[in-house]
């Protein structure tokens, strides 16, 4: 409610919720208060009865003029803030050419690809663009839920009509996560009406999915063969460098500053999803202020060690699959034997155990028998080299590379 000198007022509904907030939170709030404001303050909880009264009427039937309950657009999801590589390309090719002729040959398009890859932003930066060239276009952006949500809604207070008015009448539509459609008939019913008045009308329809209209069980075929009428763009995962040169532009939008070491320790993640990885990102940067640390790696490996290994590979596991894939057993690569097929596996080993796990050179060292780092360095830069000059062993770790990561998905 209100910054005091020495204190952050929070209103709450009852002294229950003040207790309780107070017990279990006063800490963490002092020091989310003090990070935002760079003061000291305490925070401080009073009861208000306007609150009390609010939480009530939410239990009530909502009011037949309540309004119509979309879902809030980001307006910092922009192109200019998405960065392009290779895995989201298409997609972005896509969304751009639909911002700028909407209505146009993509009619409708349809993005899919798995969670926090940028389906959400892309189809954001379509809606902001199209409204800031031309504020009189409506669009309208909403999730398949919240569409379900307004339908029995108008259903039971507003009267269909109005529905159906409000949806025929914009210019454009973007509906998020149509996946949920999935068994849900009634709204599926409405929504084939609402596409198919918009499509005869030119308007432009994008929607976004995390499966392929094909794989979204219990949607109607009639749907179905409508949303691959348009254009299908998928968002793949990430490459490192993609990975990279996002979490330097997410590091720059919030005005830190993070060296390529832990960038790159970042984006080495063999986590794909955006939005875990800028998870990471932001908890670094709140552990460093709070601590008045620098961003460094020793930081991001303390602070993030912890939570990113449970998806991470170990240097066993990279060895394990290395030793079947080249038909030696693991104790011989762990071995000093110095025969070039048991050194070729090791160093292949040493290589992927960088690539692919948290381990320092000594840490890989160590795990491989007792090495010493300058030997694990010496086999990570041979194998860089040879895979520069031979694309076939390239591919070969590729493969293995796959393997590994596979391995630890489907633990
Ligand atoms: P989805 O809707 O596919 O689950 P989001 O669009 O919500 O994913 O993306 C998750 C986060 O990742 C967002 O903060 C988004 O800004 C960010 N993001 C994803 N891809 C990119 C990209 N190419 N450039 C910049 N930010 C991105
Ligand atoms: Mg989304």
Redesign the pocket.
Request: no cysteine; hydrophobic share 25%.
């Given at each position: 409610m209100r910054l005091e000198e020495s204190r952050a007022v929070f209103t709450v509904p009852n002294r229950f919720f003040a207790e309780w907030i107070a017990e279990r939170y006063s800490a963490l709030l002092g020091e989310a208060l003090n990070l935002e404001t760079g003061r000291s303050l305490d925070a401080a909880f009073e009861v208000s009865p306007y609150q009390a009264q609010a939480k009530s009427a939410v239990i009530q039937p909502s009011s037949p003029k309540a309004p119509p309950a979309g879902i809030n657009l980001n307006s910092t999801?922009t192109f200019d803030?998405?960065?392009?590589?290779p895995c989201?390309e298409l997609a972005h090719a896509a969304c751009m050419a639909v911002a700028d002729a909407p209505g146009g040959q993509y009619n409708p398009l349809m993005i899919f690809?798995?969670?926090?890859?940028?389906?959400?932003?892309?189809v954001?930066a379509v809606a902001n663009h199209l409204v800031s060239r031309e504020p009189a276009y409506q669009v309208h952006y909403t999730s398949s839920e919240a569409y379900s949500n307004e339908l029995i809604q108008a259903v039971r207070f507003d009267g269909i009509q109005s529905f159906r008015d409000k949806y025929r009448r914009v210019d454009g539509l973007i509906i998020?996560d149509i996946q949920f459609l999935s068994g849900r008939e009634r709204t599926q019913e409405e929504f084939f009406h609402t596409f198919d008045a918009l499509f005869q009308a030119g308007r432009q329809i994008v929607l976004?999915s995390?499966k392929l209209p094909r794989d979204i069980p219990g949607l109607a075929s009639r749907l179905r063969t409508r949303f691959e009428w348009g254009l299908l763009a998928d968002?793949q995962t990430?490459d490192t460098e993609?990975k990279l040169a996002?979490l330097q532009?997410?590091a720059s939008d919030k005005g830190v500053v993070i060296n390529r070491q832990v960038a790159s320790y970042l984006a080495n993640q063999p986590e794909s999803?955006?939005?875990v990885l800028?998870g990471y990102l932001n908890r670094l940067v709140a552990v460093s202020r709070l601590r008045g640390a620098e961003v460094s790696l020793e930081l991001a490996r303390q602070v993030l060690g912890p939570l990113a290994s449970e998806n991470l590979v170990g240097v066993e596991d990279v060895l394990r699959v290395v030793a079947t894939h080249f038909g030696v057993r693991p104790a011989d690569i762990k071995s000093s034997r110095k025969s070039r097929d048991i050194s070729r596996p090791r160093q292949v080993t040493m290589y992927l155990a960088r690539r692919l796990t948290n381990a320092s050179f000594p840490e890989i060292g160590q795990a491989l028998g007792g090495k010493d780092h300058s030997t694990v360095v010496k086999g990570v830069q041979r194998v860089e080299k040879l895979m520069a000059q031979d694309p076939e062993l390239a591919d070969t770790l590729r493969v293995v590379e796959n393997a590994v990561r596979q391995l630890k998905q489907g633990d």
């Open positions: 999801y803030s998405f960065v392009v590589g989201n690809g798995g969670s926090g890859l940028g389906k959400t932003h892309l954001s998020e976004t995390d968002l990430p993609t996002i532009r997410k999803s955006i939005r800028e």
